[in-house]
């Protein structure tokens, strides 16, 4: 176990870890950016993290650190305290999606005292302590992943539960601060990339569909965040009177539809509109390859652009894994630290329009792929 | 809307009840409200949830009488939650059993966990005198609650872990 012991060591670095969920390697993995299943846990005999003063958040820290070791994944990781990370690199890790807002408290000034995220030494699985709950056990995979992530968490969930005195109520089951989450403590979302059933304007009646069925949709960030390139996160929203695995296939069932409506959609575009799609992904390419300053949500929409392209084989280059990294790498802390400074807007614009030229151009120039439409050969333009 | 009790003020409390799978909703004004036993919750709208916002007032329901009383182990009152739309700890859940039952049949559309369950720390352990002691010290708390469901439950896994030993 490495971080976390406070002996006047340098405040730690998160340095890559937390990225591999971005490796391009889940199944479906161009439309299912990543999957994602938490378990919220609390502690008998302690307030909820929100009320806890922070001597007993301490205390609870102190608990789950102790209880780490029963799970050697956990144990061969790191725990952070969040008051101990430079807030640049707190914000670093609410880039990389493995922790929420809340756990890391405000951009300026010091974090929440007794907050820690510890993350397992093999990358995805991790868990936040201290934030609404006493712990937030959770798994991030790459693309649509849902039975690994499921799999990971509950042994993690076993292993923590095994020394640790978890809430629990007969009837009501796992105890959390908000009711919303009470009984499995079970989140699962899957964040999928839907420009096609944006641009063939289906995509109200997706959503529609998806809380008929019970689930929800958010942003990229989830709880209260926009959507922002064509990204939705879709997610169990009961977690009280069904099964952990119930909520699970149910996503999953859902999120196979939804994958498959999306690539009917693509389908209709590129037989309806051809030319029109392809300008659109080009024109995306050729900005994100020559622009000089770029906002996050241009930025966005222009990797959806260049995302749908590479699906619709329009593209050949750049990778999904490029694009993924980019979506994370481009975010406003990880530019900062990039610059050894703190940036104002419109110098983060700059540094990100740098980036991206910089990881496109590393891919080397596009190329059409030989199956790209012509004039000669489709009428219907 | 005017009260239905007195058909004159206008109704600022609309509770909603659920018992036997029946829901009924009544309006009342504030005065009227405090003659029935329900304190009206004036405060301005909160930040709750987004599902917080379509339950209205049933977080109120006052079937159990302990609505007023602040949860004795950490002291979030009703108004608290009803702010935050967050409980304040475990011990929260028992204290306002009442109002929460019917909170998360609308919410989650039932009462009962069918999930994973958590048998206390030593029960994951070797070791079985831990884990028997751990069972029993919940078997009579479970008892003292009159809780008989819990401890039936409780009672079999205990019977199974000593025939196990035998």
Redesign the interface.
Known sequence: MSGGNGLGTPSPTVDDRGTSWLDGSGQDHEIVLSTRVRLARNLQGYTFALRADADERRSVLDQVRHSLGASPDLDDGVLWEMSELEAVERRILHERHVVSRELIGPDEGPAPDGTALALGASGPCGVMINEEDHLRIQSLHNGMELEAAWRQVSELDEALGSRLPYAFHHEFGFLTCCPTNVGTGLRASVLVHLPGLVLTKEINKVLQGIAQVGLTYRGLYGEGSEVVGNFFQISNQTTLGKSETDLVDHLREIGVQVVEYEKRARAVLLREAPYVLEDKVWRAYGILRHARSLSFDEMMNLLSGVRLGLTLKLLRTPRVRTLNEIMIFAQSAHLERRAGRTLDEGDADVYRASLVRERLSSEGEATSSPSEPSPEADNSA | MVCERCQEREAEVHLTTIENDEMATVHLCSSCAGQEGISAFTSAPAPL?D?LATIGTSVEDASEGTMSEPCP??G?SSGDFRR???????EC??HFEGQ?RG??RR????????????L??A???DDRFAKLRSLRLRLDR?VELE?F??AA?LRDQIDSLEAVER
Not at chain 2, 107 to 118: D, E, I, R
């Open positions: 949830a599902f182990y950490c979030t935050s739309g967050r409980l304040g700890c475990p859940y028992a929460l909170l998360l919410v989650h559309g039932s009462t009962q966990h069918v999930g994973k369950l958590y206390g720390e029960a994951e352990s479970a809780d469901e819990a439950e």
